[in-house]
Antibody
Framework: EVRLVQSGAEARKPGEALKISCKGSGYTFTNSWIGWVRQMPGKGLEWMGI????????RYSPSFRGQITISADNSISTAYLQWSSLKASDTAMYYC??????????WGQGTLVTVSS | QSALTQPRSVSGSPGQSVTISCTGTSSDVGGYDYVSWYQQHPGKTPKLMIY???KRPSGVPDRFSGSKFGNTASLTISGLQAEDEADYYC??????????FGSGTTVTVL
């Protein structure tokens, strides 16, 4: 069974750094792209970027390029999304999701990030 | 990338059909046959309902169907049921492994 298990909710202050994780299981982690999606409170889904763990090829949506870093540790089948300096506007639910073919099939349960002073 | 345009809400009585449109451009919806649709109940994770414009994953009822004409894709729910009440998002491939989501539509079962 394919599973994407994300790290727990986080609370940070503006300007702080953060790294959240997404552990894949039930499939070959290095053979599928993993994407990240933002959902701000009461709002829609936004595509942030995607990475192929097999060769670390990473693509960012123009809206998020320079704001986030996507990475992976293949030894533990885990993908990461990180910020070097959070803003209050980064408060949102963040989902990881597996890309298969040209679509996303399985989603993580989401990680709620709250940024407040 | 701008979000694809969806109606904010649609509604129907049980048993009726509703259709949700998703309008993009020739750089996304019109350029690729890679439109997918996701259902999201409040507080829940999105669920894949349609992929590659018309295909249904195993386990999705056949009353959900997808289509596309030009720069507009559509999701039709036939025989509307109470459990179909949720938010629905379209998603299109836009090239270079980038995707763009629709603005989201709330389906209300009257």
């Amino acid at each position: 069974e394919v599973r994407l298990v994300q790290s727990g909710a986080e609370a940070r202050k503006p300007g702080e750094a953060l790294k959240i994780s997404c552990k894949g299981s039930g499939y070959t982690f290095t053979n599928s792209w993993i994407g990240w999606v933002r959902q701000m409170p009461g709002k829609g889904l936004e595509w942030m970027g995607i990475m192929y763990p097999g060769d670390s090829d990473t693509r960012y949506s123009p809206s998020f390029r320079g704001q986030i870093t996507i990475s992976a540790d293949n030894s533990i089948s885990t993908a990461y999304l990180q910020w070097s300096s959070l803003k209050a506007s980064d408060t949102a639910m963040y989902y990881c999701a597996r890309r298969i073919g040209a679509f996303v099939d399985f989603w993580g349960q989401g990680t709620l990030v709250t940024v407040s002073s | 990338q701008s979000a694809l345009t969806q109606p904010r809400s649609v509604s129907g009585s049980p048993g009726q059909s509703v259709t949700i449109s998703c309008t993009g451009t020739s750089s996304d919806v019109g350029g690729y046959d890679y439109v997918s649709w996701y259902q999201q109940h409040p507080g829940k994770t999105p669920k894949l309902m349609i992929y590659d414009v018309t295909k249904r994953p195993s386990g999705v009822p056949d009353r959900f169907s997808g289509s596309k004409f030009g720069n507009t894709a559509s999701l039709t729910i036939s025989g509307l049921q109470a459990e179909d009440e949720a938010d629905y998002y379209c998603c299109s491939y836009a090239g270079d492994y980038i995707y763009v989501f629709g603005s989201g539509t709330t389906v209300t079962v009257l």
